[in-house]
């Protein structure tokens, strides 16, 4: 990240799990596995028993879905996404919003979840969403391992 860019609101870091909107950027947009790993397991950790394994499993699901509905439309995996899908993961955004309202012991995974779905569906291939279920099942594993009740 440039200088001028550091002090941009969208690449300052977001809440207590130190998961930057530049970070997720980078392993959604370039598949830095490492990048996308530590930063799961940050915020699995962070959220731990305070927030439990249904609400952080009820966004995955439906992440998982449009996956796989993608798959299926194309197997090669860089096809890019389709107008339904894309709606679909930007809606995911208020449903989010909504549950973070109800527990805000979730903002830590709403900011990151948000900033991941913008990289999505800004850039619009199968393989960024596939990185983006990826990182969301390494929270869901992560906040199990870290004692998600």
């Known amino acids: 990240m440039n200088a001028a860019n550091a002090n941009h609101p969208r690449h300052k870091q977001q809440g207590p799990s130190g998961s930057d ?5 980078g392993f ?3 598949d830095q596995a490492d990048q996308l790993v530590a930063t799961a397991e940050r ?3 962070d959220m731990g028993k305070q927030v439990s394994t249904s609400q952080v499993r ?3 699901s439906s992440i998982k879905r449009l996956e796989m509905r993608e798959q299926q439309h194309s197997p090669s995996g860089d096809a890019p996404l389709s107008p339904n899908v894309r709606r679909e ?4 955004k208020p ?4 549950a973070t309202a109800r527990e805000n012991r979730l903002k ?3 900011d990151a979840v948000t900033t991941a779905l913008d990289v999505v569906a800004q850039q619009g291939d199968q393989n960024a969403l596939r990185r983006l279920s990826a990182f969301y099942e390494a929270i869901v594993a992560y906040h199990q391992y870290h ?3």
């Open 21 to 25: 909107p530049a970070t997720i950027r």
């Open 28 to 30: 959604i947009e370039d």
């Open 43 to 45: 915020l699995g950790q």
């Open 58 to 60: 009820n966004i995955f």
């Open 89 to 92: 993961l930007l809606l995911l």
């Open 95 to 98: 449903r989010l919003a909504y």
């Open 108 to 110: 830590p995974l709403h």
């Open 147 to 149: 004692g998600g009740k």
